[in-house]
């Protein structure tokens, strides 16, 4: 170390924090695949739980755009959290297509 120069220093604690970053990454709970497949099924069941109403008036909304009154939508008919609504509007935005 005592031979580095400066910015070769520099690069190396870089090259360092990065490759912690990304093991860190890596190994966070919530980012294996089977805690994606999970959550795609809770938003797919909780969209299939709404009133069929519900279910026209939140395809309306992502249409339009207003993602946030689409997740209120499905918040106040099923008293879901909100990053679980958010899941749903998410999948049904991708099962919807393109706009």
Avoid: C, H, W
Wanted: charge should be positive; proline fraction near 3%; hydrophobic fraction near 50%.
């Amino acid at each position: 170390m005592e031979n580095l120069e400066l910015y070769q220093l520099v690069i190396l604690l870089l090259a360092v924090a990065y490759a912690a970053f990304r093991v860190g990454r890596a190994t966070a709970p919530g980012n294996s695949e089977e805690a994606r497949m999970l959550a795609r099924v809770n938003a797919e069941d909780l969209f299939a739980k709404l009133p069929a109403d519900a279910q026209t008036a939140v395809d309306e909304r992502i249409r339009n755009g207003k993602i946030i009154e689409a997740v209120k939508i499905i918040r106040e008919n099923t008293g879901a959290g909100l990053k679980e609504s958010k899941q749903a509007v998410d999948m049904r935005k991708a099962a919807i297509g393109p706009l």
